[in-house]
């Protein structure tokens, strides 16, 4: 899910229904999910597994549930036999029965001090549990939704102390998990412009079936904790226009002092937005502008103090006449991504449906100027369109190494008319760690994003991706890059296992930002020294967008590239080109 929905869009139960009656494509690779809940999960298993296959329509979803009233043991079955992925709905019950409506265990005001202390003690076994289950698999988890019982001496206007610790409780126990990498919350105040919470409670269902929650409200937690169980990827570029987007107001008409993004010229949605936009640069999203608009007065503009988002965030800039779909054309190029992971903003329809007729992939949205409150249901969703669960050092250092790249003369750079000029001056340096333990969720970022070199496409799951790391057989290589332009981080993946004395690569991936400084040539090099090999042998299929692949693998070979070509190490180093790095391990 990568926007809001409308009540008029919400999943009716019929329509889970009948999207479960779709069969899977043959060629359908499995997605096991377990449920884990102390309720009977019902409705919120078929609104769960159908989300789930609107999300990921390529692949055949199995959903497994635990047993009733028992959601710790259920989380111990998951390290037993570790599913694709894991979602876990805890509600009160969980925590201590006397919360619940199904069990009559006193109310007293006496009580009280003996719940918290037996919710408390359930938390840290819960938090236990929860923290084994994802050394396997990765756990979405929902902290309770439903409204505590009357069981305080309060009126139910008045917060006392002891719904408060209880509502404490719960808010640290989400506060440690969410640190845990691979557990992901429930956010509570999404789920609460989903499912207000006087409409989540069904006690006729729950006293008869043992099922607590209303239609709505099962549907609502399923939309969230699917994207989280097998969440989508993220898009890496925002193209944004200028003129009332950016700011308010018309730069040629108003000057560079006249546009405005501020409370006392009632455009501060403006400065949301910019300040959006700059939270987006921070975590690695490319920011790039195309505007008519007249080059010096936008040169003026950005010299403003006050503008929200620096020129230092924005790569390229494209302020001339010419149509904007070649400019973003010009942008895609200079980013080197594909238009399928971009989205562009504009106040103008016109433009936006000329931009996405030249790049189909693209997404256009339009920037509502003149409803502030539709702007901010547009932040919203661009936040849920390029977020992500980490921020890594890499995703910081994309934006410096495409300026880089793009300031040096067309002579010094990779491409020019003499690379190994070029290469032996700058100053290169590779890391190579085969480290494999802990995982470094780095690599199986690039290995589930990266497509031009790409070795064939395969994507993993979190607990398959584990699961190979964990066999003895198998090594994982990472591979990070800098020179005296700048460091690219960890750029490239290779994992693989050796057979005597042969070894078979069965993954390999590297960023497009390295393309060009043959890295590709160091790893295969560093395989055969390391391994002390006589031929690898490529797990090689081709994709629509592995073209670079393609090409790197037919020049090292005596052909085309075919699934399960080999390379001899003595045609590889007739083949080599000079390598100007220098070399550091980090293991």
Known sequence: MLSLPTKAARMKLVEALKILQIPAPPEARPLHIFLACGFTPLHLQTFLKAHLRQLCPDRRVTLQAGLYGDCLGSLE????????????????????????????????????????????????????ALRRAVQVAPVAVSIPTLPLPPLFHTPGWQAGAAECALRERMGALAARLAQESGIRIVSAQRLEMLSPLRERLDVRSELSAGFPYTLTHAEALASLLAPLVHPPQPKKGLITDLDDTLWRGLLGEEGPQGVSWDLDHHSQIHGLYQQLLCSLADAGVLIAVTSKNDASLVEEAWRRSDLLLPAACVFPMEVHWQPKSESVARILKAWNIGAD???????????????????????????????????????????????????????????????????????ERPDGADADRFLSGAEAEITFAFAKDPPDPRAFELVNKTNQFNLNGRRYTESEWRAMLQRHDTFLLMVSYKDKYGALGKIAVLTGRREGKILFLDTWVMSCRAFARRIEHRCLDALF????????????????????????????????????????????????????????FAD
């Open 341 to 411: 992971s971009v989205v562009c903003l504009d106040d103008s329809p016109m433009e936006l449906a000329e931009i996405q007729a030249a790049h189909p992939g693209i997404k256009c949205l339009l920037f509502p100027r003149q409803d502030d409150q539709a702007v901010y249901a547009l932040l919203e969703q661009l936040r849920d369109r390029f977020g992500k669960s980490v921020v890594s050092e890499e995703d910081r250092l994309r934006l410096q190494s495409l300026r880089q790249a793009g300031a040096r003369p067309l002579e």
């Open 529 to 584: 020294e390391k391994f002390a090999i006589d031929e690898i042998a490529f797990d090689f299929a081709a994709t629509p967008r592995n073209t670079p692949m393609q090409e790197f693998l037919a020049g090292i070979l005596d052909g085309p590239p075919r699934g399960g070509s080999r390379l001899p190490r003595s045609l590889f180093t007739a083949k080599c080109p000079p390598l100007y790095h220098h070399l550091t």
């Open 77 to 128: 079955r998951i390290v037993q036999t570790p599913p694709d992925a894991a979602a876990v709905a805890l509600e009160w019950s969980d925590f201590d029965p006397r919360l619940g409506l199904r069990r009559l265990g006193g109310w007293k005001v006496q009580d009280l001090t003996d719940i918290l202390a037996t919710v408390s003690a359930q938390a840290d076994r819960l938090e236990t």
